[in-house]
T-cell receptor, first 114, second 113 residues
């Protein structure tokens, strides 16, 4: 039973560029949430997707957008990258449309913006 | 005021002792409470979930919830060096058919052999 997977593992970009991060949820899970974790901080909630729609959103600017596909996988897009976007980006999945709110995290994507 | 607050530590305990980790939260509408363990460079790993007032035990771990005081705690009995990690408190609130998770900044725990 595959857990949550994310790609790529590491990524280096320069300011102003755009980036796309990918996530495949745990088998049987249909809800995907994205988090940003800066060094020494707890994860910050970006948004949550279910049935290909954004259902909840944290305090992140519109430069952060997402998408969920019919197979429940998801992408996080960040436009006009800033140095402050450097962080570990985590994807978490949960089952039952979010009715069960226990989440399982993927290994993360480490984004460095130069 | 931060929504979920934890003492950043580090908390240092000797091997075999009880480690006590604490967390307070500000949203009285919060419904679900979680403790995650995060090793350096790794992603968070779920340890415990608790939904109602009182204690919940799972092996060496006990979570305690007091909604009136808006307080969650985690006790680790017989602490082992492998328990050395950052412990994240997380609180869920519901809306629009989904849920939103707020994490604390984490408490670093060191267990000395």
């Amino acid at each position: 039973d595959a857990g949550v997977t994310q790609s790529p593992t590491h990524l280096i970009k320069t300011r102003g560029q755009q980036v796309t991060l990918r996530c495949s949820p745990k088998s049987g899970h249909d809800t995907v949430s994205w988090y940003q974790q800066a060094l020494g901080q707890g994860p910050q909630f970006i948004f949550q997707y279910y049935e290909e729609e954004e259902r909840q959103r944290g305090n992140f600017p519109d430069r952060f957008s997402g998408h969920q596909f019919p197979n429940y996988s998801s992408e996080l897009n960040v436009n006009a990258l800033l140095l402050g976007d450097s962080a570990l980006y985590l994807c978490a999945s949960s089952p039952s449309g979010g009715a069960v709110d226990t989440q399982y995290f993927g290994p993360g994507t480490r984004l460095t913006v130069l | 005021q931060k929504e979920v607050e934890q003492n950043s530590g580090p908390l240092s305990v000797p091997e075999g002792a009880i480690a006590s980790l604490n967390c307070t939260y500000s949203d009285r509408g919060s419904q679900s409470f979680f403790w995650y363990r995060q090793y350096s460079g790794k992603s968070p790993e779920l340890i415990m979930s608790i939904y109602s007032n009182g204690d919940k035990e799972d092996g060496r771990f006990t979570a305690q919830l007091n909604k009136a005081s808006q307080y969650v705690s985690l006790l680790i009995r017989d602490s082992q060096p492998s328990d050395s990690a950052t412990y994240l408190c997380a609180v869920n609130s519901r809306g629009n058919g989904g849920f939103k998770t707020i994490f604390g900044a984490g408490t670093r725990l060191f267990v000395k052999a």
